[in-house]
């Protein structure tokens, strides 16, 4: 079974709505994503702050507003556990910060 399989049927229909919010939650790379951040040429001692992704007025170094809506500038390139939210509890501390998962 996928990942989701212990999250409740509605969780299936989850489209991100991209308010952003998810990523003023605490985010800790682990070593294979911070490696994979720096092939983008960013600096280690730049974008972490105690092992977390530095957080720039309350939300990750990394986000980005655009067209009404927030973006992750390293997309490609970004932390497992992003990729996998909002069907991770590791990401968070409170994985129902998600508003598209209450839709
Ligand atoms: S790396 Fe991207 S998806 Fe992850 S918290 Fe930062 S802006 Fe959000
Ligand atoms: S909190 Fe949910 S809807 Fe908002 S950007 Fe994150 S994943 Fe998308």
Redesign the pocket.
Known sequence: MGMASRFPDSFKK??????????TLTVKPTNEDIRKIEMLGYDRKRFLRNGNLAKVNGACCFLEKRDG??FCSIHEMKPKVCRQ??FTNLKNDNLF?????RI
């Open positions: 989850f489209s991100c709505i991209n308010c952003g919010k998810c990523c809506g927030y939210y909002p910060s998600c508003p598209a998962l």
